[in-house]
Nanobody, 114 residues
Framework: QVRLVESGGGLVQAGGSLRLSCAAS????????MGWYRRAPGKTREWVAS???????NYADFVKGRFTISRDNAKSTVYLQMNSLRPEDTAVYYC????????WGRGTQVTVSS
């Protein structure tokens, strides 16, 4: 099993930036891909971005051009650089693994004020 710990969230004004981190520990050899997800108040969790071990990256349309996912294999950490934040980006952000997802961590709260 892999343990995931998200960090880096906070309160930021619209147009601002934040950098989220996701540290993985445990059976990390089983990880083939990492992804970021978010759940806004009153909504279901949705996929945001993902990166494979081979470096293949995909983004949801609503973050393309604003968010950048990256990884540091030596630190077993995945990052999400979020720029040009909008109030609608307000959510709890989570990371998870692929192809087999792990139990969800606590996530990190991102709040964007208008």
């Amino acid at each position: 099993q892999v343990r995931l710990v998200e960090s880096g969230g906070g309160l930021v004004q619209a147009g601002g930036s934040l950098r989220l981190s996701c540290a993985a520990s445990g059976s990390i050899f089983s990880i083939e891909a990492m992804g970021w997800y978010r759940r806004a108040p009153g909504k279901t969790r949705e996929w945001v971005a993902s990166i494979t071990n081979g470096g293949r990256i995909n983004y949801a349309d609503f973050v393309k051009g604003r968010f950048t996912i990256s990884r540091d294999n030596a630190k077993s950490t995945v990052y999400l650089q979020m720029n040009s934040l909008r109030p609608e980006d307000t959510a709890v952000y989570y990371c998870n693994t692929g192809p087999s997802p792990q139990p969800w961590g606590r996530g990190t709260q991102v709040t964007v004020s208008s």
